[in-house]
């Protein structure tokens, strides 16, 4: 402020307090001297300071004094349980729980949880459940899989019992021995392999193509 | 890299203890097992050495959400009745059961985990069980990390609530 005629607007709250330098301060005492408004307004102001100063101290309940830091630790608590918080934070959340009981109380549920989970035993497969590599069918990458809707494990006994009986019947006809493990080969290639007639003879029994289609659809 | 046949030996139970925890049925389990084995037998070679149980864990849990979401889109998938009498015609694994005869505890908590939010079960199972550390399944469930903090507290408390009166 440098000239009289500027109004020192918010400057005057600084200055009632003390808080302009020298300069700022000859400037809004003059302009104090000759503005009629400014001078009403910093009566205003420091009746309003004055007002806001008188306000009495209040003592705090003393429940307020006991109680811990409103904000509570919370998921930390399990995070602190994992080792899994920020060292640097780690001072702060325990002296919490030791100043808090309501965390702490929820530090040792927790904890309860985690160990119980922890403990549960692992379980053993049932032994259909781990199939060996060729019992399974390889689909090529272009053709999209889809998911079963029933039960996996009863739709591929399903599909291995038919291509069994079906590979015991054909080979059957042409007197060969059948394979000793019927999960080879791959249930997908075989049924590939076998399911549809083909223009040529059958790659496995040198049959000629049957008169009708063989299914192996459910 | 592993093959198929090693994961499948090394990594099954814990796939299957994984599935059943996640799903809380042999059956569902059975077959959460075989669709990631099947992933398996078509990803292995895109496995880059890590953490296989992590990596694991990941098809294990994608396999087990695209579950949840097709049951949310399907709702009369399995009707009261049928769920019922799947209860009843095909009872828990034979493994599974003779470990929880004498387990009462481990058979309340798998109800209450079966009782979570699917959200909180799959943190808490993926934490408690599969034992990843929150980063890794934060990538696995495509969330923040403070996320799965979040949710893994929350369902080690509903757990809790759940097994109120259990002694600690």
Redesign the interface.
């Known amino acids: 402020m440098s000239a009289v005629g500027e109004h020192p607007g918010d400057l005057l709250s600084a200055w009632i307090d003390g808080e302009v330098t020298p300069i700022e301060a000859a400037g809004v005492v003059a302009h104090l001297a000759d503005c009629i408004a400014c001078a009403a307004e910093r009566d205003r102001v420091d009746a309003a300071r004055g007002a806001l100063r008188a306000l009495p101290t209040l003592d705090a309940p003393a429940g307020v004094l006991r109680a811990a830091p409103a904000v509570h630790v ?6 602190r349980l ?1 080792d ?1 918080m920020a060292v640097d934070l780690l001072p702060g959340v325990d002296a919490h729980l030791a100043a808090c009981p309501a965390c702490a109380a ?1 530090h ?3 904890a ?3 160990t ?3 403990a ?7 032994a259909e ?5 060729g019992a ?1 069918p ?2 090529p990458a272009s053709r999209p ?1 889809r ?2 809707r029933r ?3 009863r739709q ?1 006994v399903a599909a291995t019992a038919a291509v069994a009986a079906a590979s015991v019947g054909v080979l059957g006809l042409v007197g060969r021995p059948g394979p000793t493990d019927t999960t080879r080969p791959a249930v997908a290639s075989f049924v590939a392999q076998h399911s549809t007639s083909s223009p040529g003879p059958d790659a496995v029994s040198g049959l000629a193509p049957a008169a009708l289609p063989i299914s192996f659809s459910r | 890299m592993p ?3 090693e994961v ?2 090394s990594h ?6 994984v599935a ?2 996640l799903t809380g049925k ?2 569902d389990a ?2 959460l ?3 990631v ?2 992933r398996l ?2 990803g292995l070679a895109t496995y880059r050495p890590g953490s296989l149980e992590g990596w694991l864990s990941r098809i294990t849990t994608n396999v087990f959400l ?1 579950g949840v979401r ?1 049951r949310q889109r399907r709702p009369t998938d399995l009707l009261p009745d049928e769920a019922d009498r799947a209860e009843r015609v095909l009872p828990a ?4 059961e003779e ?1 929880f005869q004498d ?1 009462t ?2 058979h309340d ?2 109800r209450a ?1 079966d009782g979570l939010p699917d959200e909180f079960r799959v943190a ?1 199972v993926l ?3 599969a034992g990843l ?2 980063q890794e399944i934060a990538t696995s469930l495509g969330v923040p990390v403070g996320t799965v ?2 949710r ?3 369902g ?2 509903l ?2 609530e759940t ?1 109120a009166g ?1 002694e ?1």
Request: glycine share 2%.
């Open positions: 919370g998921d930390m608590i399990s995070a994992d899994e929820e040792d549920e927790v309860w949880a985690r119980a989970l922890r549960l035993p692992p379980l053993d497969p049932p459940v781990l199939r060996p590599a399974w390889a689909p899989v998911h079963a039960p996996r494990t591929l | 093959t198929w046949e499948a030996q099954g139970r814990f796939l299957y203890t059943y925890r042999d059956d059975r077959d097992v075989q669709e084995l099947l037998h078509r695209d097709r694994s034979k493994a599974a470990t387990a505890l481990s908590i798998q985990l808490v934490c408690d069980v550390p929150y903090r979040s893994i507290h929350r080690r408390s757990l809790r097994l259990r600690s």
